[in-house]
């Protein structure tokens, strides 16, 4: 299993925040709170941390299946919480 560079997100206001917790949700990854980890399909692990303060999120996949690659995974991330910042 393989890793990604951390992605940091800027921007990201309680609601937006709220928001796409529960798109996330909904896709298998459920986040519990500003911050943790989260086993997910396709064998992916993410730990995250968003500070409500300067509204960053920072996304780390620490395991992941070789069919999915980082730059997928951040293009997802990137596509949901562009529609909302």
């Not at 940091?8 to 990854?29: C, E, M, P």
């Not at 999120?57 to 919480?81: D, M, P």
């Amino acid at each position: 299993m393989a890793a990604c560079d951390p992605f940091h997100f800027s921007g990201i206001t309680a609601d937006v925040f709220a928001t796409v917790s529960k798109q996330l949700s909904d896709q298998g990854f459920p986040l519990a709170g500003p911050r943790g980890l989260v086993r997910g399909p396709f064998g992916i692990v993410i730990e995250y941390e968003w500070n409500e303060a300067n509204g960053e999120l920072v996304v780390h996949v620490v395991e992941k299946s070789f069919f999915v690659t980082c730059n997928q995974i951040r293009e997802q991330l990137s596509g949901a919480l562009g529609r909302y910042t």
